[in-house]
């Protein structure tokens, strides 16, 4: 029922979306009585507003075409080199690559948002080493004969794209997928995979959410499990091709993102209607720009969901030794050649500080120099991933770190302290 009546506003919104753009073009005809008045430019902003926040989404597109590096410019070849129902691989690539280029798997988070999020997570990395992305598909668009989707099945995803690119690849994963890809990290480790990572770079994960719990922590936290079978879980309807599959709406985690900082969004779209009226097209469509892809949200399976909120959240299986994958007990100590780099964002309002740095303690089989932990002041969560400081900053540690770990994995000779070496960087403004 959730499900249908969310469908049925969506279509009375998109038919408002639709009249309100044409609206929008009509009141500045000259002709037109408003537009003569003068008012014509404030109708037409606040109606423009109005339908591109009205106007429905679908998958958004990476749309990288070409990438600069040291001033020349070359094109990207994008390919899906791993087909499978819950999500392909991606490869970025092109012809300024060495041979020997780095290979980089960036996980991108199944939170109700597609990977295009992370589009400058990629392009940024994309100048010195050849990208893949994990694409996770929408689970309304999986067809029911594709079976279940969980937190075990994840891990196994991980480790298959990691097959496939071969060893010698390094991991990083933004958010979410953290908890997993550390997952993956120590099963592959305590297996001697010849396709472990060399390195894996931890961004803005909840490892332990025990640690600076922020709002989204606690809105896990202060129900029980069945709250949120019984509440948010829903049924895809019968004209997607996984009808009758149970999810997490991404409309409803996107609602929920919306909420906990809506004061901040209404700014947001009052200063784009600012530039609109002032003639400022490249300020609105800067703003355009963010919620075009913010609003593009996906479905998530409710087995993968509640195990998420569970696990991760609730009972923080993965830093009390406790996480099982396939029936296996996960033993983060296995992992004693791939280095780890933690990064945090000292702004960051849902991963915490210290959510993340908790995986350098957790890892007792690494050496102190097989572990870093960078804190990058003035930076929020999205910030960690995109934008000028991810760019000149803490992406140029990242390929630092790979370049440092890159040749053959050894096992540590001695076991680890508690306490890993700590960077903390200033952000310029």
Known sequence: MLYNIYEMQRSLLSGASAWASVMAETVTNPSIGPSLLGMGPVIASALDVFAHAAMPRGKPTFDIETITVDGKEHPVVEAIVQHRPFGNLLRFTHDGLPEDAPRLLIVAP?????????????????????????????????????????????IDYLIGYLEHIGPGAHMLAVCQPSVPALAATAVMGANKHPARPRTLTLMGGPIDTREAPTSVNDVATDRPLAWFQNAVIATVPLHYPGAGRKVYPGFLQLAGFISMNLQTHLMSHWQMFRHLVDGDGEGANSSKAFYEEYRSVCDMTAEFYLQTIEHVFQKHSLPKGEFVHRGERIDLGAITDTALLAVEGERDDISGIGQTRASLKLTPGLAESQKRYLLVE????????????????????????????????????????????????????
Do not use: C, Q
Not at 119 to 145: C, F, H, L, N, Q
């Open 110 to 154: 199944m939170s109700g948002h597609y990977a295009t999020l992370l589009r400058g997570t990629v392009a940024r990395m994309m100048e010195r080493s050849v990208v893949y992305i994990t694409d996770w598909a929408d689970a309304k668009m999986v067809p029911g004969e594709a079976g279940s989707f969980d937190l075990d099945d994840y």
């Open 378 to 429: 003035k930076v929020g969560h999205y910030g960690i991933f995109n934008g000028s400081k991810w760019r000149t900053i803490i992406a140029p540690v990242v390929e630092g770190w790979m370049k440092t770990h890159g040749g053959e994995p050894a096992s540590a000779s001695a076991p680890a302290s508690a306490t890993a070496p700590r960077s903390r960087i200033k952000a310029v403004k």
